[in-house]
């Protein structure tokens, strides 16, 4: 169903954002707060050819009380040649979760594509260091996926047991997983504490991801650009939502 994007739509189409359509085939709930939806992709991948890459996002847009509302998400196993792929939304209070939660097969849902982009760091870092939560899983699986050969710690927040749970893409050979419950200031804290051993004396030698909510992203993305000296090359932090 056709929704409105208002002045947030013009200004895309301004910047030469692309619009598709994209048609639900099916949905399963991985656990009772984080599903999956399966869609095909009205020709996006198509269109994406080589520029599609790991984390890509895709704005997806839902109608909140008449008005439009647009969320990024992650393109999660993209296939080119069948035109399919999945959404997974780490479910809350929220009209994009609702949706998800009330996705059919035969519905259908906007999105634009522009903002998203990815650069490999180079050269090769030697680890992989990742900071992130259930919303940003979907992401953080296709950066492990993108470089399989590379040894990788990730710190996951957590906030439901059930989030024990979720399908990280884990090389039990390669990749050291470290969970941490919700709870203030506690995965920044973890972050500071053990981050540094793992770098040793050469920043440049590893790679950090971080998306986790926007407080957090950005006080340690100050932290290891400032206090650890992380070339700005090797840092990559989003703000995937802000806390209520």
């Keep these: 169903m056709a929704v409105g994007k208002g002045w ?14 994209f048609t639900v085939t099916g949905s399963e709930d991985v656990t009772e707060h984080y599903r999956r939806v399966y869609f095909t992709d009205g020709g996006l991948l198509a269109a994406a050819g080589e520029s599609l890459h790991p984390t890509m996002w895709v704005r997806v847009w839902f109608q909140n009380a008449d008005k439009p509302h647009q969320r990024a998400y992650t393109l999660v196993d993209p296939d080119p040649e069948a035109g399919t792929f999945c959404f ?42 990742v900071i992130g939560d259930p919303a940003s899983l979907p992401a953080i699986n296709s950066l492990l996926d993108s470089f399989p050969e590379l040894p990788a710690t990730i710190w996951f927040e957590t906030q439901h047991t059930s989030d024990a749970e979720l399908p990280v893409r884990l090389d039990a050979d390669r ?7 919700r709870d203030g200031t ?14 040793g004396p050469d920043p440049a030698s590893g790679y950090v991801w971080l998306a986790c909510d926007t407080a957090t992203t950005r006080t340690l993305t100050a932290y290891l650009r400032k206090d650890l000296g992380l070339p700005k090359q090797r840092v990559n932090g989003l703000g ?5």
């Design 8 to 21: 947030e739509g013009v200004v895309l189409k301004l910047l030469r954002g692309k619009d598709f359509t």
């Design 175 to 181: 990749h050291d997983i470290r969970r941490v419950p």
């Design 240 to 244: 995937y939502w802000r806390a209520a």
């Design 186 to 199: 506690a995965l920044a804290d973890r972050v500071r504490a053990e981050l540094p051993e793992l770098l």
């Design 88 to 129: 997974e939304f780490a479910l809350h209070d929220g009209v994009a979760s609702a949706w998800a939660r009330g996705a059919q097969p035969g519905d259908t849902i906007e999105a634009t594509v522009q903002g998203t982009g990815f650069t490999a760091p180079a050269p090769a870092p030697e680890r992989l260091l």
